[in-house]
């Protein structure tokens, strides 16, 4: 976009001689009117298929006069629905004049733009007084831009809410939608007035609160419009609940019209169906497009996956380089597994361009060699000699790549190895136990897992959504802002968490109604002794990017923590670690840190991936820290089990304690 002055003398001329007595003419209510700015715009359409820009109105200028320089295409949407949109043909000459309130997007062409405003101080300070006059008159247009503008210029929430109120009752779909986000007592009525009228954004928002309450039905009907409003993120919402119910054949309809319009998540899932021809005819070139299309928008799993196929040779010839090359690009995403395959190719790459051999092996392969020669040198005949030939290649292969053995390295600075969580089946539990290490329990918690998760939450909230709940707003490094708010509405603002930004609440109250008790059972095994205290149960709920405080239960009892929802990693240190404590031990042992376990590197840390249904079991002594990779419920509780005595004993001298009983 190349901007201009009004400095020519002839466009000045024609804007004053022609436009300005049109445009006053038009709306005799603007007394004075002032050409702002003027420019030329080049447009292109979307490349995507089927795709199209968003519409949007400028509220900045009181006009906006287009003049094409030569046939062209305009999109206007006088709606809130996408179905309101109609294309405008422009020919050379046109003119093409429009206020405020009409949300336009430019196509393919060029065009000679004009913007004006209501006065030369309006100009100069860059604002738009004309809103206020007209907002006083009931314009919900103006109502609506007035609202924005004051919410700019940080005016009291009071005055922005009641702009947004007025326009809002006279049916503006952006205001009610504005109004249902603000997580208003009324947000679900905003939310679904503004739906109703084809409000994309609203529509989404409403299906993700439904969802949240249990009501997944009417959540897919309002992710379905949406999607159907050309909302990629509701489609993408949509696929995910379409495949957890097993409604593959409308999920791939999704994914396939989602990846035609630029969805970079739907890329990636149709042509991983496509690779594998699951539910859909196999293209493994298509596939590969597909994956290649969302890795060039950046999709972490898609670059990973890119490169796999194109290291197995899926759809063209095995490039191990080029596969290297988006290892370690998904790997600077962020993606783990990218970072895996990149680490685990460059040691195959090391170990076959060298064979580590002790010093003893190196002599006894040179004697081997020194045999096979004289033997290959003593062979009758042609053919003799040429079996042994082969065998006298490979020998003399193996001692060009041979390499001696290091010896082992004792240096300080060397990286800790994490080891892995094991995961077991329930019927295992024992065995985990008494281990005395942490482990994964799977299929232990049945009545809070797969479908019966979708009867608990509307008793949670049925339950606990009035009670005021503390949380947190975790910035970058450690920082946090406490916050506090009934649970429901905490539940409702939990769609704006994000890393950077993350939401974390955490409470041991909550989960004590006596109505919610019998979906407290705890896992078999891992119940609390007879002769103990019955202990309370604690419930977390956060965003992508939280994370828990490092911390250590009384060395008395282990932990268990179902994840409901969502899934999370943990990083877990052994008895002994000895991280900086955020304040002294009680007298069990019972202690938080400030340290960030993920951040660190440690002598000895145990990593996990903890996925929905999952139970994770941490032994008495161990530090634990969770940090979520997407919206997560947890439950979680302590408990002692007669396998975890013996370490309870070890632990509690260190602690003063007398005993082990």
């Known amino acids: 976009c190349a901007e201009y002055q009004l400095a020519s003398t002839l466009l000045k001329r024609v804007v004053e001689s022609k436009l300005l007595p049109l445009l006053q003419h038009l709306d005799k209510g603007v007394p004075e009117l002032v050409a702002s700015s003027a420019f030329i715009r080049w447009a292109s359409a979307p490349e995507e298929e089927g795709g199209s820009a968003e519409c949007e109105a400028d509220h900045w200028h009181y006009y906006t006069v287009l003049l094409p320089l030569y046939a062209c295409e305009l999109l206007l949407q006088p709606a809130p629905t996408r179905r309101s949109r109609r294309r405008q043909l422009l020919a050379k000459g046109d003119l093409f004049i429009h206020r405020f309130d009409l949300p336009t997007s430019l ?101 993700e609160r439904l969802h949240v309450q249990g009501n997944r039905a009417e959540a897919q009907k309002w992710l379905r419009r949406a999607a159907e409003e050309e909302d990629l993120q509701a489609a993408e919402l949509l696929v995910v609940c379409l495949v957890r119910e097993g409604e593959i054949s409308e999920a791939l309809h999704w994914c396939r019209w989602g990846a035609g319009r630029g969805s970079a998540s739907l890329q990636h899932r149709w042509g991983l169906h496509l690779l594998a021809g699951e539910c859909c005819t196999k293209d493994e070139a298509a596939g590969l497009a597909w994956l290649r299309r969302a890795a060039e928008q950046g999709h972490p799993e898609a670059t990973n996956n890119l490169g796999v196929a194109l290291a197995i040779g899926l759809g063209i010839a095995p490039d191990l380089q080029e596969a290297q090359r988006h290892w370690r690009a998904a790997a600077r995403l962020g ?12 040691a195959n790459t090391a170990k076959s361009a060298t064979v580590v051999m002790s010093e003893k092996q190196l002599a006894e392969l040179q004697q081997l060699m020194k045999e096979v020669n004289e033997l290959q040198e003593e062979a009758q005949g042609e053919a003799m000699k040429q079996k042994v030939a082969p065998l006298a290649d490979l020998l003399r292969q193996l001692r060009d790549s041979a390499a001696p053995r290091a010896p082992p390295s004792h240096d300080a600075h060397d990286a800790p190895v994490p080891r892995g969580v094991t995961a077991v089946a329930r019927a295992s539990a024992a065995v985990g136990l008494g281990g005395g290490e942490p482990f994964i329990l799977r299929d232990a918690m049945d009545w809070l897992s797969g479908q019966k998760v979708l009867d608990f939450m509307p008793r949670l909230m049925t339950a606990c959504g ?3 709940v503390a949380y947190e707003i975790q ?153 979520l990779e997407d919206r997560v419920l947890a439950i979680s509780a302590q408990f002692l089990a007669k396998e975890h005595q013996p370490l309870v004993a070890k632990e509690l001298p260190s602690l003063g304690c007398l005993g082990s009983d």
Not at 515 to 536: F, I, K, N, Y
Request: hydrophobic residues 40%; glycine residues 8%.
């Open 107 to 207: 196509r393919d062409g060029c065009y000679l733009v004009l913007k004006f405003k209501d006065s030369m101080l309006s100009c100069l300070t860059n604002t738009a007084p004309w809103h206020t006059d007209l907002a006083k008159e009931g314009d919900a247009d103006a109502q609506w831009a007035l609202a924005l503008q004051l919410q700019q210029r940080d005016a009291s929430a009071s005055e922005v809410l009641r702009w947004l109120r007025s326009a809002a009752e006279q049916g503006h779909a952006d205001a009610q939608a504005c109004l249902g986000e603000r997580c208003e007592e009324d947000s679900l009525s905003w939310l679904h007035e503004a739906a109703l009228q084809g409000h994309r954004r609203a529509q989404r928002a409403l299906a």
């Open 335 to 346: 993606d783990s597994y990218g970072a895996a395959n990149a680490a685990k190719d460059a």
């Open 466 to 468: 009035r009670d005021v």
């Open 475 to 627: 910035g970058k490094g450690m920082s946090a802002q406490s916050m506090a708010a009934p649970f429901a509405q905490y539940i409702q603002q939990l769609q704006r968490s994000d890393v950077g930004a993350a939401y974390l609440m955490s409470s041991d109250q909550l989960l004590e109604r006596p109505e919610l008790q019998d979906l407290l059972q705890s896992p078999e095994g891992l119940a609390v002794r007879g002769d103990m205290p019955p202990l309370p149960h604690w419930l977390t709920v956060g965003g992508a990017g939280a994370k828990t405080l490092l911390k250590r239960d009384p060395v008395v009892t282990a932990s268990w923590t179902m994840l409901v929802l969502g899934s999370a990693r943990w990083s877990l240190l052994p008895p002994g670690s000895s991280p900086s404590l955020a304040g002294p031990p009680d007298r069990w042992g019972d202690t938080r840190s400030e340290e960030d376990a993920f951040n660190r590197e440690w002598p000895e840390v145990w990593t996990a991936t903890q996925e929905m249904g999952e139970v994770l079991v941490v032994p008495p002594g161990w530090w634990y820290q969770m940090l």
